[in-house]
């Protein structure tokens, strides 16, 4: 059974900085895609960052420049270090995760970021 564990989450202040950590254990493989998403009371859960084993990224525009996504494939650990943070950043935060050989996402339990003075 594959787990995934998110930790990093907390209370910062606007321009703050923040890294988010996920490791996923019980998975006999690496996983094509690994990723976050975030959602806000009231809002869908969106995408935030999403980065491929061969080490191509993509995130939500909201984020660039500001947010960077990296991965261990050999530890199954994807991270997501946040910068100049906005109260607008405040959410939930999702690590996700996709094997290809499942065909299917994994997704952690989440962890709370709040951005506030």
């Known amino acids: 059974q594959v787990q995934l564990v998110e930790s990093g989450g907390g209370l910062v202040q606007p321009g703050g900085s923040l890294r988010l950590s996920c490791t996923a254990s019980?998975?006999?493989?690496?996983?094509?895609?690994m990723g976050w998403h975030r959602q806000a009371p009231g809002n869908e859960r969106d995408l935030v960052a999403r980065?491929?084993?061969?080490?191509?990224?993509n995130y939500a525009d909201s984020v660039k420049g500001r947010f960077t996504i990296s991965m261990n494939n050999a530890k199954n650990a994807v991270y997501l270090q946040m910068n100049s943070l906005k109260p607008e950043d405040t959410a939930v935060y999702y690590c996700?995760?996709?094997?290809?050989?499942?065909?299917?996402?994994?997704w952690g339990q989440g962890t709370q970021v709040t951005v506030s003075s």
């Open positions: 996700y995760a996709y094997s290809a050989a499942f065909g299917r996402d994994y």
């Open positions: 019980g998975s006999s493989g690496s996983f094509y895609a």
């Open positions: 980065i491929w084993n061969s080490g191509l990224t």
